[in-house]
């Protein structure tokens, strides 16, 4: 049976050690960090991850500016509300719950965001500082991906790494952080032809497809560390709903090395990541007033 990777227990122990820093920060510089996170509308998923985002900055010292819109608002609006956060000095980090409603451009509001407020790194600007190895604000999710692998010690550099899914939120930054750390890395997709062919080379499989239990057993290669990124709510034929991930966890977990459960495994990371990135803006910030 596979070594299951933890994301509770590290995201527990960063968080931590996240709450005494912010501790440290707010003596130091007389006021905490400060995180934004816009939602709009009633998606029952969003609303979740809200709320244990604005639960992880209450217990780690970080002051919440949190704003919920109804579907209705409009695209003036939300830019009229990002423009006035990123003006705000108590304000460190900015992040756009998605998705959005249709009606909303949800690239251009990122693109408006001020970057060195972007708490999920998805502003061009860091986007292309991760594309060129710059140092800069990370995607929360790859990079919680990228702790879990340093925490259970695996070794990426030279390592064949194949990333299910091409996504701007998690498969390609994950794909360029795999780079940085000197692996082979495959990027496949829902077109990609022979699949299994692909996966079963894989030392490293990163799965971010939106498929419930899309990877099996006969995908994987015996011994790799399977990496499950997906959150998919699927009904049973009792009719009791319950999380599953993009990988088959019963088979899979019998072939792997190593793999991540759900929930339990990436989800709790992306939170942490979120007041990670919420940190270092602040001390950017205060370093740059010095």
Request: without cysteine; proline residues 7%.
């Given at each position: 049976m596979a070594v299951i990777i933890d994301g509770k227990a590290l995201a527990k122990k960063m968080q931590k050690a996240i709450a005494e820093e912010v501790s440290q920060l707010q003596t130091q510089y007389g006021r905490p960090p400060g995180l934004a996170v816009l939602m709009v509308g009633d998606n029952p998923a969003s609303a979740a991850y809200v709320r244990n985002k604005e639960t992880a900055c209450h217990k780690a010292g970080i002051t919440s500016f949190g704003k919920h819109f109804p579907a209705s608002v409009t695209q003036t609006e939300l830019e009229q509300v990002i423009d006035e956060l990123n003006a705000d000095d108590r304000v460190d980090g900015i992040l756009i719950q998605l998705p959005l409603p249709e009606n909303l451009d949800a690239i251009a509001l990122l693109n408006r965001l001020d970057p060195d407020k972007d708490a999920d790194g998805l502003h061009p600007n860091n986007l292309g500082k991760l594309a060129r190895g710059e140092v800069g604000l990370r995607s929360c999710t790859p990079a919680g991906v990228m702790e879990l692998l340093a925490e259970s010690k695996i070794d990426i550099a030279g390592k064949n790494a194949v990333v299910i899914g091409r996504s701007i939120l998690v498969g390609k930054p994950v794909a360029l952080m795999l780079l940085e750390e000197n692996a082979t890395v495959t990027i496949a997709h829902s077109r990609t032809k022979n699949l299994a062919e692909i996966t079963r080379k894989a030392d490293i499989l990163i799965a971010a497809?939106?498929?419930?239990?899309?990877?099996?057993?006969?995908?994987?290669?015996?011994?790799?560390?399977?990496?499950?990124?997906?959150?998919?709510?699927?009904?049973?034929?009792?009719?009791?709903?319950?999380?599953?991930?993009?990988?088959?966890?019963?088979?899979?977990?019998?072939?792997?090395?190593?793999?991540?459960?759900?929930?339990?495994?990436?989800?709790?990371?992306?939170?942490?990541?979120?007041?990670h990135n919420t940190v270092w803006s602040y001390k950017e910030k205060v370093k740059s007033k010095k």
């Open positions: 497809i939106g498929r419930p239990e899309f990877v099996t057993a006969e995908m994987v290669k015996p011994n790799a560390v399977v990496i499950d990124v997906g959150i998919n709510r699927i009904t049973d034929y009792e009719g009791k709903s319950r999380l599953v991930g993009d990988v088959d966890y019963a088979s899979v977990s019998e072939v792997a090395s190593h793999i991540t459960p759900v929930p339990g495994g990436v989800g709790p990371m992306t939170v942490t990541m979120l007041l």
